[in-house]
């Protein structure tokens, strides 16, 4: 299941935005030590650079595609292969930083106090997952991969929503940190294009569905879609698409002691 950079950078600006929603929010005046989990092109690394230059800032993500883009982009920073699951570093972080990555993730439960044991005393753990699929867009998405045409092909990529609720997320957090702030934000994101709600997810949630068809199949399936979200997402009268858009962000502060 290969990214395509290209299509996720599209809507570059309406990405970028909770990331620096979440940045200003880190309350670490110099860290030494920063990793960027689902890193991607790199975009964000790059502002996490800019902002503590003396920091030793590393990108981790799975994806080669995305990778071979940050290091065209960015060569000055420090660019790994690797899975999230699986981040064990040599050296702990002050700060673990992760935009709109773990939403990809099942076991929420094991993987975020895992991350919290890969921080210095004092460090912080500062986190973003879209949390959008009980929109439209995505449950028309998995109703239509669990219809009668595309169930054998596609019905076993529809899983439960990864991402928890508000409180779900405390409970589990707030006991293993110092301080924690957390919260939701939609955004009304206004999109351009004749289905540009299609072209966004085509970066994102439509990727793995597309990816296990072959041939006429993955127009045909795309097809489908679309007209789904032409209903779901009718443009304005100016030709924009209000597309609203979920996103739980996470920072937790781990004991200096």
Request: contains cysteine; glycine residues 6%; proline residues 6%.
């Amino acid at each position: 299941m290969s990214w395509n950079p290209e299509q996720y950078l599209i809507f570059s600006d309406h990405r970028l935005r909770p990331a620096l929603d979440l940045l200003s929010q880190v309350p670490l005046a110099a860290p030494a030590v920063i990793y960027d989990l689902g890193c991607g092109t790199g975009n964000v690394t790059a502002l996490l650079s800019k902002r503590w230059g003396e920091a030793i800032v590393t990108g981790l993500d799975t994806s080669d595609e995305m990778l071979d883009k940050a290091r065209q982009d960015h060569p000055s920073l420090e660019w790994k292969e690797g899975a999230i699951e699986d981040f064990s570093p040599a050296s702990k972080g002050n700060l673990i930083f992760s935009n709109a990555a773990l939403h990809w993730l099942d076991n929420h439960e094991v993987i975020f106090p895992k991350l919290l044991s890969e921080l210095r005393p004092g460090g912080v753990l500062a986190i973003q997952m879209p949390n959008n699929f009980n929109a439209p867009s995505h449950q028309t998405l998995y109703m239509l991969a669990q219809s009668e045409k595309w169930l054998d092909k596609l019905g076993h990529l529809v899983r439960p929503a990864p991402v928890h609720n508000i409180n779900w997320y405390y409970d589990l957090l707030s006991p293993l940190v110092s301080k924690l702030n957390i919260w939701e934000t939609s955004y009304f994101q206004v999109l351009q294009g004749k289905n540009a709600v299609l072209e966004w997810t085509r970066g994102t949630a439509l990727r793995p569905f597309l990816s296990e068809l072959e041939g006429d199949d993955i127009a045909d399936f795309e097809e489908e879609y679309a007209n789904l979200l032409v209903e779901a997402y009718p443009q304005k009268k100016d030709g924009s698409t209000l597309y609203p858009f979920s996103r739980l962000f996470v920072v937790a502060e781990v004991s200096d002691e």
